[in-house]
């Protein structure tokens, strides 16, 4: 049961983001679906050999987060891209914002400022389920800084890959980019 790399194909010409930058991104995409594969087949393979008890075991067993979370990390940050209207504040999403945040230009100032701090990582907006809180969260790593129990609503990129071919250093201004593209319906669908 192989996972299999989705074509984000539609995204090319999105306003803001160069047909190069796209391609190489969904190539890099297309690693982290490849390596999943190949790091789950061998995590099997060594089950059924006994060799659970291995240092190759457990790197491969701490290596499946890097390699899972960075596909389906990817997937849902295309997957909310492509979108061409603004976000509906009257809406679910909009009203869940303005709750959390106490309006959205709030939430939007702290989701850019986020983007823009220091390093590399992601920023995602997740709803923590027990409370229905909307929170933003920077995640260094694939692999590390998710929060327990919340669901992912809006991603964004902020490794390099993600804009150093268009920007450069101007990460505010992918970020500009990355908000007119928005695809606010995927992102309002993903509330639970």
């Known amino acids: 049961m192989s996972y299999t790399a989705k074509d984000y194909g539609n995204l090319i010409g999105m306003e803001g983001f160069s047909e190069t930058l796209l391609k190489n991104h969904f190539t890099l995409y297309q690693g982290y679906v490849t390596n999943t594969n190949k790091v789950l087949d061998t ?7 006994g060799k659970t ?3 190759e075991f457990a790197e491969l067993k701490r290596r499946l987060g890097w390699e899972f ?3 389906r990390l990817h997937e849902y940050y295309f997957e909310n891209l492509g979108g061409r209207s603004g976000l ?3 809406g679910k999403l ?5 709750e959390s945040f106490g309006n ?3 939430w939007e100032k702290d989701f850019k400022s986020t983007g823009t701090m220091r390093g590399i ?6 709803q923590d389920v027990t409370k229905g809180r909307l929170i933003n969260f920077w995640i260094n790593e694939h692999d590390v800084s998710h929060p327990v129990g919340c669901n992912p609503i809006l991603i964004m990129d902020v490794f390099e890959h993600a804009f150093m071919i268009d920007y450069g250093l101007k990460r505010a201004d992918y970020i500009e980019a990355f ?9 309002e669908a993903r509330l639970k």
């Open 104 to 106: 959205h230009e709030s």
């Open 88 to 90: 509906d504040k009257a």
């Open 53 to 55: 008890g291995t240092p």
């Open 69 to 71: 979370n960075g596909m």
């Open 43 to 49: 995590l099997e393979q060594m089950l059924k050999e």
């Open 179 to 187: 908000f007119k593209n928005i695809d606010w319906k995927a992102v």
């Open 121 to 126: 990582g992601w920023v995602v907006l997740y």
């Open 94 to 98: 909009g009203k869940k914002l303005a």
